[in-house]
């Protein structure tokens, strides 16, 4: 069973660009969970979609937003670029919302760098 | 507000000593409680997870956790390492289920196991 794939894996932008981030989770799954990883805040929950519909949102600004698609793969969108939006993402996926199992599985993440 | 405390940021050990990395965390009902273990350019892993039942829960790679709540404890053990055990390690939070369901990590044990 192939596993969460994220893409792209490696991106570079620069500051007040946007960028969209994709996320295919493990076949079955239908909720989609958005982490930010960096070494200063370490791993910080942005949102989780669930049957397209977003069921849970963290603090982050408004420039970051995401959307799922019937076939449950996701976006998550980060406009207006900020230096500090460099950061490892994660994409999680769970077979039910993600409170229901309490387990994630996880992919390799999108590392983005803005300069 | 749940938070979560991991107390060593690293934590060098011998090939074949025993490891403890410790977590605390800070919640005012009852969690859900997780180990997540993270190879270099990977994404996290399910160690092993506490959501009700025995304290002592044990995972995969031989690592085992007890929870312990009247310390708001949930520290990870394995008795003898490998190398291969060498990765950053996570522990989690969640304050129960359902729709508002979201895990908050701590900052991160990154564990070396040395020949």
């Known amino acids: 069973k192939a596993g969460v794939t994220q893409t792209p894996r490696y991106l570079i932008k620069t500051r007040g660009q946007q960028v969209t981030l994709s996320c295919s989770p493990i076949s079955g799954h239908r909720s989609v969970s958005w982490y930010q990883q960096t070494p200063g805040q370490g791993l910080q929950f942005l949102f989780e979609y669930f049957s397209e519909t977003q069921r849970n949102k963290g603090n982050f600004p408004g420039r970051f937003s995401g959307r799922q698609f019937s076939n449950s793969r996701s976006e998550m969108n980060v406009s207006t670029l900020e230096l500090g939006d460099s950061a490892l993402y994660l994409c999680?996926?769970?077979?039910?919302?993600?409170?229901?199992?309490?387990?994630?599985?996880f992919g390799e993440g999108s590392r983005l760098t803005v300069l | 507000a749940q938070s979560v405390t991991q107390l060593d940021s690293q934590v060098p050990v011998f090939e074949e000593a025993p490891v403890e990395l410790r977590c605390n965390y800070s919640?005012?009902?009852?969690?859900?409680l997780f180990w997540y273990v993270q190879y270099p350019n990977q994404g996290l892993q399910l160690l092993l997870k506490?959501?009700?039942?025995?304290?002592l829960v044990k995972g995969i790679n031989g690592f085992e956790a007890e929870f312990n709540k009247s310390q708001t404890s949930f520290h990870l053990r394995k008795p003898s390492v490998h190398i291969s055990d060498t990765a950053e390690y996570f522990c989690a939070v969640s304050e129960g289920g359902g729709s508002n369901y979201k895990l908050t990590f701590g900052k991160g044990t990154l564990l070396t196991v040395n020949p």
């Open positions: 506490y959501l009700s039942g025995s304290t």
């Open positions: 999680a996926s769970s077979p039910r919302l993600a409170g229901n199992t309490g387990e994630l599985f």
């Open positions: 919640s005012s009902v009852s969690v859900y």
